[in-house]
């Protein structure tokens, strides 16, 4: 099943609902080229609303950091947000939560821009 990527805007804010599998190939390269194609518009705060996300293996967790990578080097801010409770704790194992804002809700995410 591929990554399906819906992308909208409020207030200079892009939100992005992923909903698939986040995983090596075209799923998680095609995230990536989505957010070098935002940042490359001049957009800055990208929200990821991972909700109907029900798998990440590895390659995934990579976009994951290097989309968080390009958007601080554009002194932009992305936020995670509906994380799972898998994701989560795979975010946790591998180290990783602690660099990325997470929010509860897509509400929440916007309004910490």
Same mark, same amino acid.
């Given at each position: 099943?591929?990554? +399906?990527?819906?992308q909208?805007?409020?207030? *200079?804010?892009?939100l =992005?609902?992923l909903k698939g599998? =986040?995983?090596?190939? +075209? +799923? !998680? !390269? *095609? $995230?990536?080229?989505?957010? %070098? %194609?935002?940042?490359? !518009?001049?957009?800055?705060?990208?929200?990821?609303? $991972?909700?109907?996300?029900?798998?990440?293996? !590895?390659?995934?967790?990579?976009a994951?950091?290097?989309m968080?990578?390009?958007?601080?080097?554009? *002194? *932009?801010?992305?936020?995670?947000c509906? $994380?799972?409770?898998? =994701?989560?704790?795979?975010?946790?194992?591998?180290? $990783? =939560?602690?660099?990325? +804002?997470?929010?509860?809700?897509?509400?929440?995410?916007?309004?910490?821009?």
């Amino acid at each position: 099943m591929p990554l +399906e990527i819906t992308q909208r805007e409020t207030n *200079g804010i892009y939100l =992005l609902a992923l909903k698939g599998r =986040l995983v090596l190939g +075209e +799923e !998680s !390269s *095609g $995230l990536v080229t989505v957010i %070098d %194609d935002l940042l490359a !518009s001049g957009a800055t705060r990208i929200v990821v609303n $991972l909700e109907q996300v029900h798998y990440v293996d !590895s390659a995934g967790l990579g976009a994951l950091i290097e989309m968080h990578r390009k958007t601080k080097a554009k *002194g *932009g801010g992305l936020r995670l947000c509906h $994380l799972g409770p898998k =994701l989560r704790q795979a975010l946790e194992m591998a180290r $990783l =939560l602690p660099i990325f +804002e997470t929010c509860p809700s897509e509400t929440a995410a916007v309004a910490s821009f």
